[in-house]
């Protein structure tokens, strides 16, 4: 098994597929853009494969795709397919805007958790947090997907000039539909201009769903083991909502997720800014099996090694990490 130094084990794997999007979020990319790597430099479908299959081996049980944005890589359709035939639970992290050409292939897969990442329910909003007028189709795509049968989640980054004033917008999907709604706070990476004053904490979210719903309708409800999330629902609704509180409740002491960046290499921590490459090594025909364990095992206790709120928002800290985008959350 993939075990670190803080005896916490790693069977949750989140695979970058592109460092590309078809959309300009200012909190994943930065205004200037990002220097993409070479297509020689990234994995191939078959390496992705092959790649994939050794984690497994090694106790991975969860495989979480994501980008960029990863339904816009050409061969998507053939790596979903592939990797649904892994013993894993397969899932997806996407905007949204394409889901509806990949139905058939996530139910070929066995796929069935869809993540949408959506920060505004205003179009207007949209087009300025994304820089693209998708708003219509993100919308009907997450419809079409509970129509369908997939666990949806929706992903809302919060910021305060942004979306502070939507958050029980967000809540009130949730009442007649089986969508869970999962609040995640601004976090700082390379090129975003991060600023905790943008940001909205735990218990602000809190504060302002009891005060429009009332302390006894706001239920706090049972999290999944290795959750990122702390998780409620309104007491007569159907979905649920969820707060990832990185940065005012960081759930470091669970954590088994590891991230695989789209050119092949191991990012042990969201926050970390070390990387253990593996494509090279994987190209050389090197057993990659102790480069993994040793990659993992140096692992920070916390959010890369920044332990305390004043290191993490330093900006001479975060600002030698990778940009969301080329990460892949």
Request: hydrophobic share 40%; aromatic share 8%; with cysteine.
């Given at each position: 098994?993939?075990?670190?130094?803080?005896?916490?084990?790693?069977?949750?794997?989140?695979?970058?597929?592109?460092?590309?999007?078809?959309?300009?979020?200012?909190?994943?990319?930065?205004?200037?853009?990002?220097?993409?790597?070479?297509?020689?430099?990234?994995?191939?479908?078959?390496?992705?494969?092959?790649?994939?299959?050794?984690?497994?081996?090694?106790?991975?049980?969860?495989?979480?795709?994501?980008?960029?944005?990863?339904?816009?890589?050409?061969?998507?359709?053939?790596?979903?397919?592939?990797?649904?035939?892994?013993?894993?639970?397969?899932?997806?992290?996407?905007?949204?805007?394409?889901?509806?050409?990949?139905?058939?292939?996530?139910?070929?897969?066995?796929l069935k958790a869809v993540n949408i990442s959506l920060d505004t329910l205003d179009r207007d909003k949209f087009a300025i947090v994304t820089k693209r007028d998708y708003f219509e189709q993100v919308y009907r795509n997450i419809g079409l997907l509970l129509a369908e049968g997939f666990r949806v989640k929706v992903n809302a980054v919060l910021m305060r000039a942004i979306n502070f004033d939507e958050i029980i917008d967000f809540i009130e999907l949730t009442k007649s539909r089986p969508l869970q709604v999962q609040f995640i706070e601004f976090m700082p990476f390379g090129g975003n201009k991060w600023d905790w004053e943008k940001g909205i904490s735990?218990?602000?979210?809190?504060?302002?769903?009891?005060?429009?719903?009332?302390?006894?309708?706001?239920?706090?409800?049972?999290?999944?083991?290795?959750?990122?999330?702390?998780?409620?629902?309104?007491?007569?609704?159907?979905?649920?909502?969820?707060?990832?509180?990185?940065?005012?409740?960081?759930?470091?002491?669970?954590?088994?997720?590891?991230?695989?960046?789209?050119?092949?290499?191991?990012?042990?921590?969201?926050?970390?800014?070390?990387?253990?490459?593996?494509?090279?090594?994987?190209?050389?025909?090197?057993?990659?099996?102790?480069?993994?364990?040793?990659?993992?095992?140096?692992?920070?206790?916390?959010?890369?090694?920044?332990?305390?709120?004043?290191?993490?928002?330093?900006?001479?800290?975060?600002?030698?990490?990778?940009?969301?985008?080329?990460?892949?959350?």
């Amino acid at each position: 098994m993939i075990i670190d130094q803080h005896n916490r084990i790693h069977d949750y794997l989140r695979i970058s597929l592109t460092e590309r999007c078809n959309l300009r979020c200012f909190y994943c990319m930065p205004e200037e853009g990002v220097e993409l790597a070479p297509k020689a430099e990234l994995m191939t479908y078959e390496e992705i494969l092959a790649i994939a299959t050794t984690f497994v081996e090694m106790g991975v049980r969860k495989i979480r795709l994501t980008g960029g944005e990863p339904l816009v890589r050409k061969d998507a359709h053939v790596i979903i397919e592939a990797l649904g035939k892994l013993p894993v639970e397969l899932g997806v992290t996407t905007n949204g805007i394409v889901v509806h050409r990949f139905i058939d292939t996530f139910k070929k897969a066995g796929l069935k958790a869809v993540n949408i990442s959506l920060d505004t329910l205003d179009r207007d909003k949209f087009a300025i947090v994304t820089k693209r007028d998708y708003f219509e189709q993100v919308y009907r795509n997450i419809g079409l997907l509970l129509a369908e049968g997939f666990r949806v989640k929706v992903n809302a980054v919060l910021m305060r000039a942004i979306n502070f004033d939507e958050i029980i917008d967000f809540i009130e999907l949730t009442k007649s539909r089986p969508l869970q709604v999962q609040f995640i706070e601004f976090m700082p990476f390379g090129g975003n201009k991060w600023d905790w004053e943008k940001g909205i904490s735990l218990a602000e979210i809190l504060e302002k769903a009891t005060a429009h719903y009332g302390e006894d309708q706001v239920l706090r409800i049972q999290d999944k083991p290795n959750d990122t999330a702390v998780n409620y629902k309104i007491k007569t609704y159907e979905g649920s909502f969820a707060i990832i509180s990185t940065i005012t409740n960081p759930f470091c002491s669970t954590c088994n997720r590891i991230r695989l960046t789209a050119n092949g290499r191991i990012k042990n921590c969201l926050f970390s800014t070390s990387e253990t490459d593996l494509l090279s090594p994987f190209r050389a025909g090197e057993d990659i099996k102790p480069i993994i364990l040793n990659g993992i095992r140096s692992k920070a206790a916390e959010r890369g090694g920044w332990d305390n709120f004043e290191d993490l928002a330093n900006p001479e800290n975060h600002g030698q990490n990778r940009s969301m985008i080329l990460i892949g959350g």
